[in-house]
T-cell receptor, first 114, second 112 residues
Framework: ETGVTQTPRHLVMGMTNKKSLKCEQH?????MYWYKQSAKKPLELMFV???????ENNSVPSRFSPECPNSSHLFLHLHTLQPEDSALYLC?????????????FGSGTRLTVV | ELKVEQNPLFLSMQEGKNYTIYCNYS?????LYWYRQDPGKSLESLFV?????AVKQEGRLMASLDTKARLSTLHITAAVHDLSATYFC????????????FGGGTRLMVKP
């Protein structure tokens, strides 16, 4: 257990479904991130939140909608996904942007879109 | 656009042998990180390198950073099976810090 908890661990959804991924950290960190890890591709940064404010949207399609209600929780709302969106979605946190500690990662949600 | 390239992408080696994984990146940065990922698991932080010439060692792994060459190396000494995993380097070029771009990973298999 790294201190960053992601649920669910596995998710299978149809292209017309709506689902949400959840990330929670109790490390006292103030920056949270969503990354996508696809087979044969490097990890791709999707979104960055710093003190609940979104600071980065890396040209992510609108079918992915992040939400950060507080510094401890981060959600990724999914709707009308495509099969190519199947991947491992990783949440990470760091103390704060601007300090170079790197990330603490969660275990990820393995998403399959059918 | 920042590119981070690792090589080799796959490495199979015998226990007891030494080898080096290379991480090249395309833009100026003096902040580089190494992570380890076991199959089905999360990424675990290994090293944080924050200046030119930085060298960090933990057990059989040693990482170094040459910012002028835009190169980091992860050296494995006398490999053991437990080191089998995928290793990622990540470069931070964000103006605000902690915006990591990852390499494609090096999958290491250490055979008994």
């Amino acid at each position: 257990e790294t201190g960053v908890t992601q649920t669910p661990r596995h998710l299978v959804m149809g292209m017309t479904n709506k689902k949400s991924l959840k990330c929670e950290q109790h490390l006292g960190h103030n920056a949270m991130y969503w990354y996508k890890q696809s087979a044969k591709k490097p990890l791709e940064l999707m979104f960055v939140y710093n003190f609940k404010e979104q600071t980065e949207n890396n040209s992510v399609p609108s079918r992915f909608s992040p939400e950060c209600p507080n510094s401890s929780h981060l959600f990724l709302h999914l709707h009308t996904l495509q099969p190519e969106d199947s991947a491992l979605y990783l949440c990470a946190s760091s103390p704060v942007l601007g300090l170079f500690y790197g990330y603490t990662f969660g275990s990820g949600t393995r998403l399959t879109v059918v | 656009e920042l590119k981070v390239e690792q090589n080799p992408l796959f490495l199979s080696m015998q226990e007891g042998k030494n080898y080096t994984i290379y991480c090249n990146y395309s833009t100026t940065s003096d902040r580089l990180y190494w992570y380890r990922q076991d199959p089905g698991k999360s990424l675990e932080s290994l090293f944080v390198l924050l200046s030119n010439g930085a060298v960090k060692q933990e057990g059989r792994l040693m990482a170094s950073l040459d910012t002028k060459a835009r190169l980091s190396t992860l050296h494995i000494t006398a490999a053991v099976h437990d080191l089998s995993a995928t290793y990622f380097c990540a470069v931070d070029v964000g103006n605000a810090g902690n915006m990591l771009t990852f390499g494609g990973g090096t999958r290491l298999m250490v055979k008994p």
